[in-house]
């Protein structure tokens, strides 16, 4: 067993080199192109409603006894789910949906999505003083989750007046 290991960890360290003279690395990430903020994203019509100008957007369902808190991507759907209705969440709440299992929720959910690696989420909801979801957002906010996304970055043309600069381009 040990023989295989060795194996298989050499393989991975051969494909993780770049040899010398490569200009370039092909990253598989279907992702990437989201987290450069260059990926495309659906506009829809300004009218509509829920809006589809995300890559991702949080979604918060409450039932009369639990309480879900889903991660939606534009294409694929839910990407990470988080409910009060877990065994690991439900034994350790009094109850599914006061106070606490939202102070709860809000935790664990930003916990997964900074394992996932998504720190930018639209959220939809507006806040008000003293109320169960306000305490959600701000804890999922504290988690280190930045609830809003940011904008794309599109090709800049010779006719544009404004050209803004891009974050990979260092002027100096």
């Known amino acids: ?11 991975i360290q ?8 490569t200009l370039y690395v092909v990253n ?12 495309y994203k659906v506009d829809g019509y300004h009218l509509e409603r829920p809006v589809r100008n995300f890559w991702h957007r949080l979604e918060l369902n409450a039932s009369k ?13 839910p990407v990470i789910e988080c ?21 709860t929720l809000g935790k664990v959910f930003a916990s997964r999505c900074l394992d996932a690696g ?10 008000s ?3 169960k979801v306000d305490l959600f957002l701000r804890t999922v906010e504290e988690s280190g989750i930045c609830l809003k996304e940011p904008n794309r970055i599109r090709p800049a043309y010779s006719w544009d007046m404004h050209r803004p600069e891009k974050p ?5």
């Open 1 to 11: 067993m040990a023989g295989s290991a060795k194996q298989i960890f050499s393989k």
């Open 14 to 21: 051969q494909a993780n080199n770049v040899s010398k003279g």
């Open 28 to 39: 598989r990430n279907p992702r990437n192109l989201e987290r450069l903020r260059l990926a």
């Open 65 to 77: 006894k639990y309480v879900t808190a889903k991660l939606v991507h534009f294409e694929n759907g």
């Open 83 to 103: 409910s009060t209705n877990e065994w690991a969440l439900k034994r350790h709440l009094y109850k599914g949906n006061d106070f606490t299992a939202f102070i």
């Open 118 to 127: 998504l720190t930018e989420v639209r959220c939809d909801f507006i806040p």
């Open 129 to 131: 003083t003293g109320k």
């Open 168 to 172: 990979w381009e260092v002027m100096e």
